[in-house]
């Protein structure tokens, strides 16, 4: 070999140049629209849901400022009802699931050793369609026409006699839209995780992170569908008089809160299982060793993803539901404590047993087993029917929410942030920035939501765009306000640390954590084709594994570098053992083309102008022809008799 | 216990215990399986709804003054709906062999007893629409919107069957080594032909019990 600097002595430096060659895309406007490329594709998925984040964040500073004070007069009560559900719709479904996804996207194919995702311009497409329903969705907020229902929207109020105007038709129809972006990803997640792990990443070699995120895909994929039926049966309510949640016509209204819970609860844990992941993905670079028990943290990820199917009435305890059946779902709403449990003690153990590593992102790790455990013994009260009947719709609810969803997803997401921006961008952050962030933020995070316990159990409903003066919950709110500010300021403060470090971060090296798992081996920012080798696994930690790194030096072969084309390599499912190469696509207009259409689409349905819609339809159908069009191949290669 | 022949034998030998199941099924296959269920799922919860809404609804199904629904139309729907996988099964063992004429004629015969399964619901419809509409009771908001919505995945499968059809005509698109459109278009066929026999005890059948 020649004396070069190439990261790979193995790979030539024509093998190289052919890689950039056939994987470059073009810093061009063009570029930009057509990409494929799974690692633009997931910063562009975290910009996008933090660029929500940030709209539904001032939301809640707005509600915030109104409640400071009893009795004031910030906004009015209309505009409170579109502020609080705006804020909650955008942060479950525009930012978290966004945010988690957009992690997934980036770093699913650089732990298993892969080229792309198994669907790149399917990708792209979910890209462009969650940026769209969420636009759609905010855009109702200036003409007054946003969503005004609560995130779960409950009948009877949401039907069009209560509830005139488009409100719940941006609702019903935006949430559908964002279906189709969910359901892509979740889908293309599974097949990538068992058509495209490196050869000998078998299933017990598959990072935590991984499992989560392919855990996470199939709750969408049976989740989710009694969302879209619900949000259906609703716009067909609303806008073609049928009675599905309209008593008056033998409709039933708790049927919305059956269907939109089979989906709510498993979407908790469709946030917080990826979120968990992050967790195990970040600990052992922290720890200086492997998180304990990766077999029954598995077990315990996918023991959590089947029982969340069965706990949705526990949302429902005060709906006058057979007590039989409140017995049952208080049972299993406490047994899915137990896989939960497990995982914090393995972590406990791993961090007991390790050598701790006191930066941002473990900060971020121990703020969120603290704030997460909190959540989740509120959580485990709640599971007790009597309980939850004296307690329900008041702001003890907002409170556990609140702690498990900050503490359970948006501290590991900034863990993960922290931890993966050398990765993303190239570039180190500032730690002590990054401690002030943590520091403001969780201490903001804890003055903001545990006085909600208290005004909660005080009797302060949720919701409530003002209160009087009399029950004495002024001075609890306004704690809560002055929390609300602290903490927008801790995350103003990650904000600030991640645009320093694009801007004038040191450069990153390929590895400075001394992580475990595959994204490591590679370089900072990773070349458009992720490996110049892809290797062959030999453990669990593939990075701290010499064997391993021989497989991408001395021990690359042909087979696994495959630089004649834009190829990666299909494994088996179970065992990840080498199947073929196979071509990967190349850039295109069309998932923007078809995303657009259903923009159209959508926007027509919304505004009754059927006719625009039905040409809608014909282009998104006609788009989706065009690009499953089979190529023209001569007879001989397609293999026919006649 | 002997070493040679019986199903445990077979099941638990080294070869069994060691051959890895399910191998090199292609990505294009899992993606539609994924959809297939996803779509599944959604029926499951629209059925599941109707079920739920009946029983609270209270002992008279279905209210008002509508008759139980008539079967000779249904029945002659599910009788030209489920044997149109038939031919598409054909089609895909002919192509899988380099066979494009029967992948054509294939095609094309169920490309035919769709159309019929949808001209035959536009009876339905007709028939049903002097009686009660969708905004009658949640009973014509049910009947109207699983049918339909049935109704819109036969069109979707068609467009498939169609789109491969006139793929298949060009030429130089199908073969024994390319065949994966067709088995997935397949796949989603034969969902559709299944989901209709759930339909058909649901809608028709349920209520005369």
């Known amino acids: 070999m020649s004396t070069t600097t190439s990261t790979a002595p193995a790979v030539g430096r024509d093998d190289l140049a052919r890689l950039a060659e056939h994987w470059a895309e073009p810093r061009s406007l063009r570029s930009w629209f057509t990409t494929v490329d799974h690692k633009r594709i997931g910063r562009r998925y975290l910009v996008t849901a933090a660029f929500f984040f940030v709209l539904a964040g001032l939301s809640a500073l707005v509600m915030r400022t109104q409640l400071a004070r009893p009795e004031s007069g910030v906004v009015s009560p209309q505009e409170y009802n579109q502020l609080f559900t705006m804020h909650g719709t955008a942060m479950i479904f525009l930012f978290a699931t966004p945010m988690l996804f957009g992690f997934g996207n980036f770093l699913v194919p650089l732990m298993i050793g892969s080229r792309d995702m198994a669907f790149p311009r399917l990708n792209a497409f979910g890209y462009w369609v969650f940026l769209f329903a969420g636009l759609f969705m905010w855009a109702s907020l200036p003409f007054g026409a946003a969503p005004n229902n609560g995130w779960f929207a409950y009948a009877p109020l949401n039907q069009v006699q209560h509830n005139p105007g488009l409100h719940m038709d941006v609702y019903a129809l935006g949430l559908l839209f964002l279906g189709i972006s969910t359901t892509s990803g979740a889908i293309n997640f599974i097949v990538t995780a068992l058509k495209l792990r490196a050869p000998g990443m078998s299933l017990n070699r598959v990072p935590l992170f991984v499992w989560a995120i392919v855990a996470t895909a199939f709750m969408v994929i049976f989740a989710l569908p009694a969302l879209n039926a619900d949000n259906a049966m609703l716009f067909f309510d609303r806008r073609f008089g049928t009675h599905f949640f309209d008593p008056s016509g033998g409709g039933n209204v708790l049927l919305w809160q059956h269907l939109f819970w089979i989906f709510g609860h498993p979407d908790v844990y469709i946030i917080v299982l990826p979120a968990l992941g992050i967790v195990s993905a970040v600990l052992p670079a922290f720890t200086r060793r492997g998180v304990v028990a990766y077999s029954l943290i598995v077990l315990s990820i996918v023991a959590i993803a089947i029982i969340s199917f069965g706990v949705w009435v526990h949302h429902m305890f005060a709906t006058g539901l057979p007590q039989l059946s409140y017995s049952f779902f208080s049972a299993a709403s406490t047994v899915i404590t137990i896989p939960s449990g497990i995982q914090i003690f393995a972590w406990l153990a791993t961090m007991l047993l390790g050598r701790l590593v006191s930066r941002v992102p473990l900060l971020f790790v121990i703020g969120f087993i603290v704030t997460f455990v909190l959540g989740g013994f509120t959580g485990a009260m709640f599971a007790l029917t009597a309980f939850d009947q004296q307690v329900t719709d008041s702001y003890f609810v907002v409170a556990h929410f609140h702690y498990v969803l900050i503490g359970g997803a948006v501290f590991p997401m900034l863990a993960g942030i922290y931890y993966w921006l050398p990765k993303i961008t190239g570039r180190m952050y500032h730690e002590g920035l990054g401690r002030w962030a943590f520091w403001l933020a969780f201490t903001g995070m804890h003055v903001t939501f545990f006085p909600m316990h208290l005004t909660g159990l005080f009797g302060m409903p949720r919701r409530v765009y003002t209160y009087r003066s009399e029950p004495g919950w002024d001075g609890w709110n306004l704690v809560s306000t002055v929390g609300s500010y602290l903490l927008a300021l801790g995350l103003l403060l990650v904000l600030v640390g991640v645009v320093h470090a694009v801007r004038r971060g040191r450069p990153a090296p390929a590895d400075p954590w001394e992580g475990d798992s595959l994204e490591w081996s590679t370089a900072s920012p990773p070349e458009p084709y992720n490996f110049p080798v892809i290797p062959r696994v030999r453990s669990l930690h593939p990075t701290w594994d010499a064997r391993t790194a021989e497989s991408t030096t001395t021990g690359a072969t042909a087979d696994r570098v495959l630089s004649d084309g834009r190829r990666t390599l299909f494994t088996s499912e179970l065992d990840a053992r080498t199947e073929r190469a196979v071509a990967m696509p190349e850039p295109s207009y069309k998932p923007l083309v078809l995303a657009g259409a259903l923009l159209v689409f959508f926007t027509a349905m919304l505004l009754a102008a059927y006719p625009i819609a039905v040409v809608a339809v014909l282009v998104v159908a006609a788009t989706i022809a065009a690009w499953l069009w089979p190529p023209r191949r001569p007879d001989e290669e397609l293999g026919v008799a006649s | ?209």
């Not at chain 2, 994924?34 to 799922?41: H, N, R, S, Y």
């Not at chain 2, 002659?76 to 709906?81: D, E, I, W």
């Not at chain 2, 159309?115 to 049910?142: C, I, P, Q, R, W």
């Open chain 2, 1 to 209: 216990m002997t070493d040679r022949g019986g199903v445990v034998a077979a099941a638990t030998g080294v070869a069994a215990l060691t051959t890895e199941e399910p191998v090199g099924r292609p990505t294009g296959w899992w993606g539609m399986v994924l959809f297939v269920a996803t779509e599944a799922t959604l029926f499951a919860c629209l059925l599941g709804s109707y079920f739920y809404l009946r029983f609270q609804f209270g002992p008279q199904w279905p209210p008002g003054g509508v008759d139980k629904p008539k079967l000779l139309i249904p029945l002659l729907m599910t009788a030209v709906l489920v044997p149109s996988s038939l031919p598409v099964i054909w089609a895909e063992h002919g192509i899988r062999r380099g066979r494009r004429g029967r992948l054509r004629a294939g095609l094309a015969a169920t490309l035919v007893l769709g159309l019929g399964f949808l001209a035959l619901l536009a009876v339905e419809y007709a028939e049903n629409l002097k009686h009660f509409t969708m905004t009658t009771d949640v009973y014509g908001s049910l009947f109207y919107l699983i049918t339909g919505f049935h109704g819109l995945h036969v069109l979707v499968g068609l467009t498939m069957i169609g789109w491969l059809l006139a793929a298949s005509l060009r030429g130089g698109s199908f073969g024994s080594h390319r065949h994966e459109r067709v088995r997935n278009a397949a796949i989603y066929w034969h969902f559709v032909d299944t989901v209709w026999v759930a339909i058909l005890f649901t809608i028709y059948l349920s209520p005369r019990l």
